[in-house]
């Protein structure tokens, strides 16, 4: 009854915001409620595991979110982004840049914290959205997702990836190997195969993104461009004029640092981490609060610095309007991830493997598969997903005719499976793209569906050459 509760919960939650357009934070407390209380944590527990959730998630993320809301809008307000947009689009061209970002996200900027490199990277992909055409923000909202999940659980230093190697006995090396490969190629392929369905009609405009004149800015006014706006528009050079400027604007590769430079301190201190390497001081500059509030120090100084007190101000302000928006709704998110948790639905599928060594290695990577994405899709969260897919594996991992490192690689392509509404990521990519909660399930649900596939497809390849 556990798992039917969980999928009705779910379903309620889904159909709430889109059947009658219940605010989200609403339909988020209101599946939260019946779960617990259907499950039997019974009404006190249940509101305490929900204040909990709340809490726990915002202790997780709510810094980074705050902290990286207030640089992409400091980014965007010096012009930073659009300029980065410029050149790639020149060099790369529109048909280019969206496999460009896919794979610079899943094989350059793998992140430990994947809400880190949402905040950072969202600004970017909605500035180039309208030079791209009818699809440009779908088609960069895919790309978005397919590289930062997909590099989360494939590639080193992604959490997901170190805790499955880490728990499954798979050294590093072998894990940085296939997933230095298969990563990159699925979020490529995924990407691709997104684009095409995009061509036959599957994004709708008018229901899937939200009108410009009602979007809460999210350190970006990138749409306020009109939708056919070319790519070979004349970019803005370091001494052209620009709105709220007192002085000639940066070079790009400066404007970039307080991106660049937490993404390289969050990288080194995984690694450094993974590696046994104890150190306080790259674990103090490793930490991801730190190392977004470096940026955050980085990109305000900067902007101090070219920009007029007014235009600084007033970039400070949009970034606060808009964490407070995201900061409910995650916090509700996670509430909704807690109750879940607490019906201990991992229990139920841990039997699913129990007494059989006799299963063909197809098959086996199909269940490791189907376990993972079952969890991750009454959790919530890719993490615990996969951590805890790889705790019910590992006891049996002997008696199963598969090597452990294809094992691993089955559980980062399961736990990937259609990350939705009980997800924080989900509610933080809404807002930060610009989209309704239809089309969040259509540029984030289903591409990460469609991303679990192909990397199972791959996987399963990889098991006939290990």
Do not use: C
């Given at each position: 009854?556990?798992?039917?509760?969980?999928a009705?919960?779910?379903?309620?939650?889904?159909?709430l915001?889109?059947?009658p357009?219940v605010?989200?934070?609403?339909?988020?407390?209101?599946g939260?409620l019946?779960l617990?209380?259907?499950?039997?944590?019974?009404?006190?527990?249940?509101?305490?595991t929900?204040?909990?959730?709340?809490?726990?998630?915002?202790a997780?993320?709510?810094?980074?979110?705050?902290?990286?809301?207030?640089?992409?809008?400091?980014?965007?307000?010096?012009?930073?982004?659009q300029?980065?947009?410029?050149?790639?689009?020149?060099?790369?061209?529109?048909?280019?840049?969206?496999?460009a970002?896919?794979?610079?996200?899943?094989?350059?900027f793998?992140?430990?914290?994947?809400?880190?490199?949402?905040?950072?990277?969202?600004?970017?992909?909605?500035?180039?959205?309208?030079?791209?055409?009818?699809?440009?923000?779908?088609?960069?909202?895919?790309?978005?997702?397919?590289?930062?999940?997909?590099g989360?659980?494939f590639?080193?230093p992604g959490l997901g990836?170190?805790?499955?190697?880490?728990?499954?006995?798979?050294?590093?090396?072998?894990?940085l190997?296939?997933?230095?490969?298969l990563?990159?190629?699925?979020?490529?392929?995924?990407?691709?195969?997104?684009?095409?369905?995009?061509r036959?009609?599957l994004?709708?405009?008018?229901?899937?993104?939200?009108?410009?004149?009602?979007?809460?800015?999210?350190g970006?006014?990138?749409?306020?461009?009109?939708?056919?706006?070319?790519a070979t528009?004349?970019?803005?050079?370091?001494?052209?004029?620009?709105?709220?400027?007192?002085?000639?604007?940066?070079?790009?590769?400066?404007?970039?640092?307080?991106i660049?430079?937490?993404?390289?301190?969050?990288?080194?201190?995984?690694?450094?981490?993974?590696a046994?390497?104890?150190s306080?001081?790259?674990?103090?500059?490793?930490?991801?609060?730190?190392?977004?509030?470096a940026g955050?120090?980085?990109a305000?100084?900067?902007a101090?610095?070219?920009?007029?007190?007014?235009?600084?101000?007033?970039?400070?302000?949009?970034?606060?309007?808009?964490?407070g928006?995201?900061?409910?709704?995650?916090?509700?998110?996670?509430?909704?991830?807690?109750?879940?948790?607490?019906?201990?639905l991992?229990?139920?599928?841990?039997?699913?493997?129990?007494?059989d060594?006799?299963?063909?290695?197809?098959v086996?990577?199909?269940?490791?598969?189907?376990?993972a994405a079952?969890?991750?899709?009454?959790?919530?969260?890719?993490?615990?997903?996969a951590?805890?897919a790889?705790?019910?594996?590992?006891?049996?991992?002997?008696?199963?005719?598969?090597?452990?490192?294809?094992?691993?690689l089955?559980?980062?392509?399961g736990?990937?499976?259609?990350?939705?509404?009980?997800?924080?990521?989900f509610?933080?990519?809404?807002?930060?793209?610009?989209?309704?909660?239809?089309?969040?399930?259509?540029?984030?649900?289903?591409?990460?569906?469609?991303?679990?596939?192909?990397s199972?497809?791959?996987?399963?390849?990889?098991s006939?050459?290990?």
């Open positions: 009854m556990t798992a039917l509760h969980t009705i919960a779910i379903l309620v939650v889904v159909l915001i889109l059947v357009k605010e989200p934070v609403i339909a988020l407390v209101i939260s019946y617990g209380i259907a499950t039997g944590l019974g009404f006190e527990g249940t509101i305490d929900i204040v909990d959730g709340f809490g726990d998630i915002m997780e993320v709510g810094l980074l979110i705050g902290f990286g809301v207030l640089l992409g809008s400091l980014l965007n307000s010096m012009g930073a982004l300029k980065l947009v410029e050149k790639l689009m020149r060099v790369l061209g529109p048909g280019k840049l969206p496999y970002l896919a794979g610079a996200l899943s094989a350059v793998p992140s430990i914290y994947v809400d880190v490199q949402l905040v950072l990277a969202a600004p970017l992909a909605k500035s180039a959205a309208p030079r791209m055409g009818r699809y440009g923000l779908p088609m960069m909202g895919g790309a978005l997702s397919a590289g930062i999940l997909v989360y659980v590639v080193v990836t170190l805790a499955v190697a880490g728990l499954l006995h798979v050294p590093l090396s072998t894990m190997v296939y997933g230095f490969v990563g990159p190629l699925a979020a490529l392929l995924t990407t691709f195969l997104y684009g095409r369905l995009l036959l009609g994004w709708n405009a008018d229901t899937d993104e939200v009108p410009v004149n009602e979007e809460v800015p999210v970006g006014d990138a749409r306020d461009k009109p939708a056919d706006v070319t528009a004349p970019a803005a050079g370091p001494e052209d004029e620009h709105p709220g400027a007192r002085r000639p604007l940066p070079p790009l590769y400066l404007s970039l640092l307080p660049v430079v937490p993404l390289l301190l969050i990288a080194t201190g995984a690694i450094a981490d993974a046994g390497v104890e306080d001081l790259l674990a103090f500059l490793g930490n991801p609060a730190f190392a977004l509030f955050l120090v980085g305000y100084a900067l101090k610095r070219v920009l007029t007190g007014e235009r600084v101000d007033q970039a400070v302000t949009e970034g606060f309007h808009s964490t928006q995201i900061l409910l709704v995650t916090g509700v998110g996670g509430s909704l991830g807690a109750v879940i948790g607490k019906t201990g991992d229990k139920v599928l841990s039997g699913i493997f129990s007494a060594a006799g299963m063909s290695t197809v086996t990577i199909l269940l490791v598969w189907l376990v079952l969890l991750h899709l009454a959790i919530g969260s890719i993490g615990v997903a951590i805890a790889a705790g019910i594996i590992a006891p049996i991992m002997g008696d199963l005719a598969v090597p452990p490192a294809v094992l691993a089955a559980i980062g392509s736990s990937l499976f259609a990350l939705q509404v009980n997800s924080n990521f509610w933080m990519f809404q807002p930060l793209l610009g989209v309704t909660t239809r089309g969040a399930l259509k540029a984030l649900t289903f591409v990460t569906a469609m991303a679990s596939v192909v199972l497809v791959l996987v399963i390849a990889v006939f050459v290990v």
